[in-house]
């Protein structure tokens, strides 16, 4: 299963990022071809060491490479990326990955 893990840092105004996310930036991403599930983080980002830089936390979950590829090439992809200017103001890192079981 091909991952997309998206770590939003802390906006300047969480309550107006919290509000676009679900109301907006969700209902966009859910649109995007090949996505079989779409999770976040419930409360606070901690780490071990206390308190963290995130506020949010994602995973965009495709049955493969390319289906996440293609999903994101898509106009609902390309729309979904294109609305983090509108809401992820503290930034936004994205990662990607492959996963197998162990």
């Not at 990022?17 to 901690?46: E, Q, R």
């Not at 495709?62 to 992820?88: E, M, T």
């Amino acid at each position: 299963m091909a991952k997309i893990v998206v770590l939003y840092k802390k906006p300047s105004d969480a309550e107006v990022f919290n509000k676009h996310y679900s109301s907006v930036h969700v209902p966009l991403a859910k649109k995007i071809p090949g996505l079989k599930k779409h999770d976040i983080s419930a409360g606070v980002v901690g780490t071990p060491a206390g308190s963290s830089g995130i506020h949010l936390v994602a995973t965009l979950y495709f049955d493969s490479l390319d289906a996440r590829k293609a999903g994101l090439a898509s106009p609902q992809g390309q729309a979904a990326a294109a609305d983090l200017a509108n809401f992820a103001d503290g930034g936004a890192d994205f990662y990607f990955f492959d996963t197998k079981d162990v």
